[in-house]
């Protein structure tokens, strides 16, 4: 089974930058989508962006957009977000995952696998 691994997370001063790396391993499922979803305790989750695999067009949350980048790697195994001028409201557990597209539209499609997180932390 599919395990997601995130890293990149940490502190970083608001207009800073942070390269977030989401690296899958174990055997290989069908999915329609790879991206990120992040949560600030006692909130809700939100959808951040996501790396549509049918055609390869990218969603971004509003709030980001001209912000952060989505990408995947060489190995396909991997993907990224590039986050820059960060604020204090990008302060979050980063969560990565892989699931139907619409899950990051719609919040009734499910994700079928979860990555444990990583913490950014915007902060001066």
């Known amino acids: 089974q599919v395990q997601l691994v995130e890293s990149g997370g940490g502190l970083v001063q608001p207009g800073g930058s942070l390269k977030l790396s989401c690296t899958a391993s174990?055997?290989?499922?069908?999915?329609?989508?790879i991206g990120w979803f992040r949560q600030v305790p006692g909130k809700e989750r939100e959808a951040v962006s996501c790396?549509?695999?049918?055609?390869?067009?990218?969603w971004y949350k509003q709030t980001v957009k001209g912000r952060f980048t989505i990408s995947k790697g060489n190995d396909k195994n991997t993907v990224f977000l590039q986050m820059n001028n960060l604020t204090s409201e990008d302060t979050a557990v980063y969560y990565c995952?892989?699931?139907?597209?619409?899950?990051?539209?719609?919040?009734?499609?499910?994700?079928?696998?979860w990555g444990k997180g990583t913490l950014v932390t915007v902060s001066s």
């Open positions: 174990g055997f290989i499922i069908d999915y329609s989508a």
């Open positions: 995952a892989v699931g139907p597209y619409g899950a990051w539209i719609k919040t009734y499609y499910q994700i079928n696998v």
């Open positions: 790396f549509d695999n049918t055609d390869g067009d990218t």
